[in-house]
């Protein structure tokens, strides 16, 4: 079966078809090749800077994620040692009651 995208896929390639359709468009555009140049290269700054800012979004969204994940695993795993010390502290307390 095919995989959905994402919602954030969707927008990138909204946005990647959005510059290609404007740059064919400058292309055929009544403007000087030396305009054209240079409105080309403006708008692909400006698409890298959104892809990069973007980029930067997700990364710091995800590196919360795993921060947070990591914090409950570690959670679940003092939770989980502390049930077996008390585990086998209660195991020691009935073994000597049973010896006395």
Do not use: C, H, W
Not at 25 to 35: D, I, K, Q, T
Not at 77 to 82: G, K
Request: cysteine-free.
């Amino acid at each position: 079966m095919a995989e959905e995208t994402g919602v954030g896929e969707k927008a990138l390639f909204f946005v990647l078809g959005g510059f290609v359709g404007a740059a064919i468009a400058l292309l055929f555009a009544p403007r000087s090749g030396e305009e054209t140049r240079k409105l080309i290269a403006i708008k692909t700054r400006e698409g890298a800077e959104y892809i990069s800012n973007r980029t930067k979004e997700v990364k710091d969204k995800t590196g919360g994620l795993i921060d947070r994940g990591k914090e409950i695993l570690q959670q679940q795993r003092d939770q989980l040692s502390a049930a077996l010390e008390a585990g086998k502290q209660a195991y020691k307390d009935e073994k000597d009651k049973a010896k006395a």
